[in-house]
T-cell receptor
Framework: NAGVMQNPRHLVRRRGQEARLRCSPM?????VYWYRQLPEEGLKFMVYLQKENIIDESGMPKERFSAEFPKEGPSILRIQQVVRGDSAAYFCASSPPGTGVNTEAFFGQGTRLTVV | GQNIDQPTEMTATEGAIVQINCTYQ??????LFWYQQHAGEAPTFLSY????GLEEKGRFSSFLSRSKGYSYLLLKELQMKDSASYLC???????????FGRGTSLIVHP
């Protein structure tokens, strides 16, 4: 049973380009969470999705950032017109459906985005 | 809002015991997690506490006092591989989304 898979592991983009980060949750998991981690900082929540639904995007910047979790395929975090401040590690976590609030979330290895 | 405070860095000696504290202020409370994160790696789950008291899992134990808004992670018989960042995360009432502290970087030296 593969864990949470994120790709790419490392992504370099020039300012103004688009970044697409992919997350395939663990088999049987239907909840996906995206977090951003800056050096020496904690994990900052961005968005919580279930299949075809955004449940909570309170941590997502209002502009340039979007996320989706289609019925088929991975969850995508999309950053348009990237700026240097977007450089960070982006982690995806997944959890199974309907198992209560004490469900541990399993994290992927993260995508390290560098904007040059 | 939520405030989660942990020390930034701690050092300890191989074979020793170390206690990493976490204090929090939150609107409602639905549990507290501890995660371990090695540099460049994914956070991995260590423990979840929702009731007061101590939970022991091998060399690692986690304690919670809800009235004091306080938790600690206790690591015994420290090994070099325990050098990592330890993240405290809180679930506020009615939420499925853990809010993380900044993490405590633990350095274990021989």
């Amino acid at each position: 049973n593969a864990g949470v898979m994120q790709n790419p592991r490392h992504l370099v983009r020039r300012r103004g380009q688009e970044a697409r980060l992919r997350c395939s949750p663990m088999k049987g998991h239907s909840h996906v969470y995206w977090y951003r981690q800056l050096p020496e900082e904690g994990l900052k929540f961005m968005v919580y999705l279930q299949k075809e639904n955004i449940i909570d995007e309170s941590g997502m910047p209002k502009e340039r950032f979007s996320a989706e979790f289609p019925k088929e395929g991975p969850s995508i975090l999309r950053i348009q017109q990237v700026v240097r401040g977007d450089s960070a590690a982006y982690f995806c976590a997944s959890s199974p459906p309907g198992t209560g609030v004490n469900t541990e979330a399993f994290f992927g290895q993260g995508t390290r985005l560098t904007v040059v | 809002g939520q405030n989660i405070d942990q020390p930034t860095e701690m050092t300890a000696t191989e074979g020793a015991i170390v206690q990493i504290n976490c204090t929090y202020q939150t609107s409602g409370f639905n549990g507290l997690f501890w995660y371990q994160q090695h540099a460049g790696e994914a956070p991995t789950f260590l423990s979840y506490n929702v009731l007061d008291g101590l939970e022991e899992k091998g060399r690692f134990s986690s304690f919670l006092s809800r009235s004091k808004g306080y938790s600690y992670l206790l690591l015994k018989e420290l090994q070099m591989k325990d050098s990592a960042s330890y993240l405290c995360a809180v679930l506020k009432g009615g939420s499925y989304i853990p809010t993380f502290g900044r993490g405590t970087s633990l350095i274990v030296h021989p």
